[in-house]
């Protein structure tokens, strides 16, 4: 699957946000804990999301539940 289509495909799974308080990064801006979000795609050490800011972002698994 072309990333160009994850925004319009349907969801994998969904997961729950944890926590959001990154060493290097700053993801508090586009996830919040405790909310659902739709897995588009997955690797083994990411999971690509639709995030708060409407597009699809891949972030660490730790992250995640």
Known sequence: MS???WTTTPAIRTVVCKH??????VVNNVLTPGKEYEVKNETEEFIFVLDNSGKVGGYYKTYFE
Not at 20 to 25: G, L, N, P, T, V
């Open 3 to 5: 990333f160009k289509d």
């Open 20 to 25: 959001a308080d990154a060493a290097k990064y």
